[in-house]
């Protein structure tokens, strides 16, 4: 069954399919958007009692899907101690960043070169670091937070492909999150230099940042975006994008700066605001 669904992963025409998606769960067309939203909610059993909104406020399936918590939903870990989960989901792989390179699942890896769109100089800069890969499933809260305190320094929009990330496809993909769609963004704050990923998937229609709004996806090329000092600056749990439809966030630390909670590992869920680590 596995392979069958990874051979159709490879055959399917991943962005022609997402930007019909995305037409879709854009629709405010009150049938289209009623039922998308309606069968969603039973298929995948989202927990509706902490949105801030009832299901008839909003305006498309995209604007049920980005939906907003009610305040207090997510209390925060002491942030001074502590790395926050930027989203909640569930832990694809955390762990030690090891000669450059990231452990996806079963012996795959990725280099941190590879997730940053080729710069070399910023991945170097996170070697003998650590990293946290956190799946999204469907039924999440799927706006994105900051693990830590701090500043934007830029960002690189990477084209590519739109595999799903689920664990199947993580354990027979080569490369699966530096080979699909993504967005890095590095920020530099009181605990040094990290960055936070957001890789998008199959059907994903789209990324938001607070920041830039809307990014334009499906492009060809990289995409590179510095900013000045102290133009965006943001505190540990403050949201800094959305996605629609999906996905991933995989977040990359330097070293000598955090330790994981030892109880936390590959498949177990976690919360936004959740302690992941403590600051060295």
């Keep these: 069954m596995s392979k069958t669904f990874i051979r159709l992963q490879h055959l399917a025409p991943h962005h022609a399919v ?10 405010e067309t009150p049938w ?10 039973a298929a995948y059993d989202v927990d509706m009692s902490e949105a801030a909104r009832p299901v008839a406020a909003y305006a498309s399936f995209n604007d049920f899907f980005t939906r907003e918590l009610k305040p207090g939903a997510r209390p925060l870990a002491d942030a001074g101690a502590h790395v926050l989960s930027p989203a909640d989901g569930a832990i694809s792989q955390i762990g030690a960043i090891s000669d450059g390179r990231i452990f996806q699942a079963k012996g795959r890896e990725f280099t941190a070169t590879q997730l940053l769109g080729g710069d070399a100089e910023i991945a170097a800069r ?8 956190i799946y999204l499933s469907p039924k999440d809260y799927h706006r994105v937070h900051m693990p830590a305190g ?10 590519g492909d739109l595999f799903s990330v689920n664990q199947v496809t993580a354990e027979n993909v080569d490369d699966l999150f530096a080979r699909n769609e ?3 963004c590095v920020f530099d704050g009181p605990h040094g230099l990290f960055a936070s990923v957001m890789v ?3 059907i994903v229609a789209g990324v938001e940042t607070v920041w830039g709004g809307r990014e334009q996806a499906h492009a060809r090329t990289l995409r590179h975006r510095s900013y000045a000092d102290g133009e965006h600056t943001f505190a540990a749990g403050d949201e800094m994008g959305r996605f629609f439809l999906g996905s991933t966030v995989v977040l990359l630390f330097e070293p000598g700066r955090v330790e ?3 109880s936390l590992g ?12 403590r600051w060295l």
């Design 32 to 41: 289209i958007r009623d039922r998308l939203i309606h069968r969603f909610i």
């Design 200 to 202: 998008g998937a199959m």
């Design 182 to 184: 993504r967005l890095a």
């Design 260 to 262: 994981w909670d030892e």
């Design 150 to 159: 701090g500043e934007l320094l830029g960002t690189v929009y990477v084209p």
């Design 126 to 133: 996170f070697e003998g670091g650590s990293f946290a890969t």
């Design 266 to 277: 590959a498949g177990d869920a976690v919360r936004m605001g959740q302690a992941l680590g």
């Design 18 to 27: 997402s930007r019909l998606a995305g037409k879709f769960a854009g629709s």
